[in-house]
């Protein structure tokens, strides 16, 4: 079980914070259960809050009018969900739903803008994890817009390898489903890259773990997005 101190102290959004201003935003979070596959919010609710993950998994995902889905992102503890409308206090953008069963502490906007005049250093904390995600969304463009699936997956895997610190090898958060999903491709399309990137010693497969083979080769992939035929 994560505690919920815990994971606000250990959140982005929330670093540097005393033990009292910790305590303090306990007292305005609400403590939310997800099923698997529950909706937390729509694209054009109201943005009366926002979410920390406590435990599990939210994935962050637009869908077009013939119900194909993007996922934009797959948050995990510790990380904020939809604070995008905090100080706008406009609709949110886009859809989340429960990857897995989980926990999620609700902070309404309201209460926590008097929060931030109280303690400006959250302000400054939010500014800095608003522009690292607007970086990462730049970033995300630029590799479903110019870059070949196999350079989006090379992309993908050293982002993982270097979030989770181990370069040599990096253990898949999501489903392959979703990864196609994230990826901006078909189930079936990236099973055919992940075939030939391991015939080819990029990668090897062990179901969910991804053993980097040949990093410099990868990053190479990432760089120029194709495959060797």
Same mark, same amino acid.
């Given at each position: 079980?994560?505690?919920?101190?815990?994971?606000?102290?250990?959140?982005?959004?929330?670093?540097?914070?005393?033990?009292?201003?910790?305590?303090?935003?306990?007292?305005?979070?609400?403590?939310?259960?997800?099923?698997?596959?529950?909706?937390?919010?729509?694209?054009?609710?109201?943005?009366?809050?926002?979410?920390?993950?406590?435990?599990?998994?939210?994935?962050?995902?637009?869908?077009?009018?013939?119900?194909?889905?993007?996922?934009?992102?797959?948050?995990?503890?510790?990380?904020?969900?939809?604070?995008?409308?905090?100080? $706008?206090?406009?609709?949110?953008?886009? *859809?989340?739903? !429960?990857?897995?069963?989980? /926990? #999620?502490?609700? =902070?309404?906007? %309201?209460?926590?803008?008097?929060?931030?005049? $109280?303690?400006?250093?959250?302000?400054? *904390?939010?500014? !800095?994890?608003?522009?690292? /995600? #607007?970086?990462? =969304?730049?970033? %995300?463009?630029?590799?479903?817009?110019?870059?070949?699936?196999?350079?989006?997956?090379?992309?993908?895997?050293?982002?993982?390898?270097?979030?989770?610190?181990?370069?040599?090898?990096?253990?898949?958060?999501?489903?392959?489903?979703?990864?196609?999903?994230?990826?901006?491709?078909?189930?079936?399309?990236?099973?055919?890259?992940?075939?030939?990137?391991?015939?080819?010693?990029?990668?090897?497969?062990?179901?969910?773990?991804?053993?980097?083979?040949?990093?410099?080769?990868?990053?190479?992939?990432?760089?120029?997005?194709?495959?060797?035929?």
């Amino acid at each position: 079980m994560h505690s919920s101190r815990a994971i606000l102290a250990a959140s982005p959004l929330f670093s540097g914070l005393s033990e009292e201003q910790l305590a303090q935003l306990e007292q305005i979070g609400r403590e939310i259960s997800a099923a698997r596959n529950q909706t937390i919010f729509l694209e054009g609710d109201a943005g009366a809050g926002f979410y920390i993950v406590v435990s599990g998994r939210v994935k962050v995902f637009k869908s077009s009018a013939d119900g194909k889905e993007q996922i934009l992102h797959i948050y995990g503890p510790g990380q904020p969900v939809g604070e995008v409308p905090v100080f $706008a206090g406009q609709h949110f953008p886009a *859809n989340a739903q !429960a990857v897995e069963k989980s /926990r #999620l502490l609700f =902070f309404p906007r %309201q209460a926590f803008i008097d929060l931030i005049t $109280a303690h400006p250093s959250l302000a400054l *904390n939010m500014l !800095a994890l608003l522009s690292m /995600r #607007l970086r990462q =969304f730049t970033v %995300q463009v630029e590799n479903l817009s110019l870059k070949e699936v196999p350079g989006r997956l090379a992309s993908y895997l050293i982002y993982l390898s270097q979030e989770q610190e181990c370069p040599g090898r990096v253990h898949l958060p999501i489903s392959k489903g979703q990864l196609a999903s994230l990826l901006g491709t078909i189930p079936e399309t990236l099973s055919r890259i992940f075939s030939r990137m391991s015939a080819q010693g990029y990668i090897e497969v062990q179901a969910a773990e991804i053993v980097l083979k040949d990093r410099t080769a990868l990053e190479e992939l990432a760089l120029n997005g194709r495959l060797i035929e």
